[in-house]
């Protein structure tokens, strides 16, 4: 099969279109054929070999645990019916960025009708992280949110869930065309991040009122700036550093303005249910509630994948598609 090989960690360009072995299903498994696989932001990290999420793999390595297609061949004891379900999964291996994946057949998902590779390779973790969220959240149509990152896969599926909640929604990201595509999103007010007074603007739009929730996935500077919007009494949840810098409150100085701080994405990593919200997320997707948005690279140039990523160039999730002529 063709995947995308790394040798070394390193930069982007260190990801390589190669040949490698078919993976081979063994008892339970399923070998699938695969139509879309997604791209995490933790995944450009552990390419440089940042120790700052899961271990990091041995050498080589194909990333990409997100994978959805066609189950092609099933293992010993996994029931032939398998062959030819469309399947999500959030446990591909050796990984998605392959032209194959073998996944435990306890961890598939059949694809809704309808619904398209891509949109359910964006749902099986960007929507089920974006469920547990909101179950953390306990949002209200009384709530003034801020989400950053809004433009993201998760941003996007907040905007839309807050917005049709009936809530006053803030969206901010990061240059015109990001705006633009929050602001059709329904978004109340959305505003360019990387402008050196947002934090101003978020301001005057709500009349000089404070937002009552911040879904902060970007943390660093853009974070604090984010969490001296609150209003006192609200809550400040973190969903992820895109920044790849840390932003903790001060307990101080949450004290003292009677604001909640929560780290979502530990809190789910230690509690949440992850193959019912997977099923969730799917469902919500399948009928309409969320709508996902995803950007496609082709297999082959998974580098050039990380790197917009990285360089939050991207606008939604990012999958890999098989390449044309495959």
């Known amino acids: 099969m063709r995947a995308v090989v790394l040798h070394e960690f390193g930069p982007a360009e260190n990801l390589r279109h190669e040949t490698a072995p078919d993976p081979v299903p063994g008892p339970g498994e399923v070998r699938v054929v695969v139509k879309a696989a997604g791209v995490h932001q933790i995944e450009t990290a552990m390419r440089e070999g940042l120790a700052i999420g899961p271990p990091l793999p041995e050498l080589p390595a194909i990333f990409g645990g997100e994978v959805a297609g066609i189950v092609e061949s099933v293992g010993p004891d996994v029931d032939e019916a398998w062959i030819g379900a469309k399947v999500v999964t959030a446990h ?3 990984g998605g960025y392959a032209e194959l994946a073998v996944a435990d057949v306890s961890s598939l998902h059949r694809i809704p009708a309808g619904l398209a590779y891509e949109a359910a390779v964006t749902m099986v973790v960007t929507g089920t992280t ?45 240059g015109p065309d990001k705006t633009a595509a929050v602001r059709e999103l329904g978004a109340d007010v959305a505003v360019d991040y990387n402008l050196p007074d947002w934090a101003g603007t978020v301001r005057d739009a709500l009349g000089g009122r404070g937002v009552t929730v911040v879904l902060d996935g970007v943390e660093g500077d853009k ?3 984010a969490f001296g919007l609150l209003a006192e009494g609200g809550r400040y949840i973190t969903i992820g550093a895109a920044s790849r810098e840390d932003f903790r409150p001060d307990e101080a100085e949450l004290k003292e303005r009677g604001v909640t701080f929560t780290d979502a994405l530990t809190r789910l990593l230690e509690g949440q249910d992850a193959p019912t919200d997977e099923a969730r997320a799917l469902a919500a997707a399948a009928d309409g509630s969320l709508v996902p948005a995803f950007q496609t690279f082709p297999l082959s ?3 050039a994948a990380h790197a917009a990523l990285e360089t939050r160039a991207t606008t939604g999730k990012v999958v890999l598609v098989p390449d044309a002529h495959g």
């Open 92 to 94: 591909g291996r050796p």
């Open 130 to 174: 974006t469920i547990g969220l909101l179950d953390i959240a306990e949002l209200t149509s009384g709530d003034t949110v801020l989400v950053t990152s809004a433009a993201g896969g998760i941003g996007r599926l907040l905007v839309q869930f807050a917005r049709r909640l009936g809530a006053t929604v803030i969206g901010a990201a990061g």
């Open 301 to 303: 140039q998974a580098a």
């Open 223 to 225: 974070g604090r700036a």
